[in-house]
């Protein structure tokens, strides 16, 4: 499967961006999609993942209440609408793609070892 993220820009702190997943080459019903950021300097780090066989989405304590992950299956895409943006936001944004097939997946999966398709990041800048 292909995955490519889009959608990051520069803005300043409390605004939104929504980022963009689209996915290629497979039904995305049976994918469990992550989505991870790396900060200049600093190790990966699950944000959220959301199981489509679940219906279910999960998200990093720090950004609870801030960020929104979707999806639109007829799409093929997944989204991560991310409010209140802060400096510490600041990273470069990935998605990621686990196929599951109908094993329901019930927990956040925000290790990256778990997952073994990747797409290019996308850069979210926040200034303060």
């Known amino acids: 499967v292909q995955l490519q993220a889009s959608g990051g820009g520069s803005v300043s702190a409390g605004g939104s961006l929504r980022l963009s997943c689209t996915f290629d080459?497979?039904?995305?019903?049976?994918?469990?999609i992550g989505w991870f950021r790396q900060a200049p300097g600093k190790e990966r780090e699950g944000v959220s993942s959301?199981?489509?066989?679940?219906?279910?989405?999960y998200y990093k304590d720090s950004v609870k209440g801030r960020f929104i992950a979707s999806k639109d299956v007829a799409k093929n895409t997944v989204y991560l609408q991310m409010n209140d943006l802060k400096p510490e936001d600041t990273a470069i944004y990935f998605c990621?793609?686990?196929?599951?097939?109908?094993?329901?997946?019930?927990?956040?999966?925000?290790?990256?070892?778990?997952?073994?398709?990747w797409g290019q990041g996308t850069l979210v800048t926040v200034s303060s």
């Open positions: 990621a793609a686990k196929w599951v097939g109908l094993v329901v997946i019930t927990r956040a999966r925000l290790d990256e070892d778990w997952y073994s398709s």
């Open positions: 080459g497979d039904t995305l019903t049976y994918y469990t």
């Open positions: 959301i199981s489509m066989s679940a219906g279910k989405t």
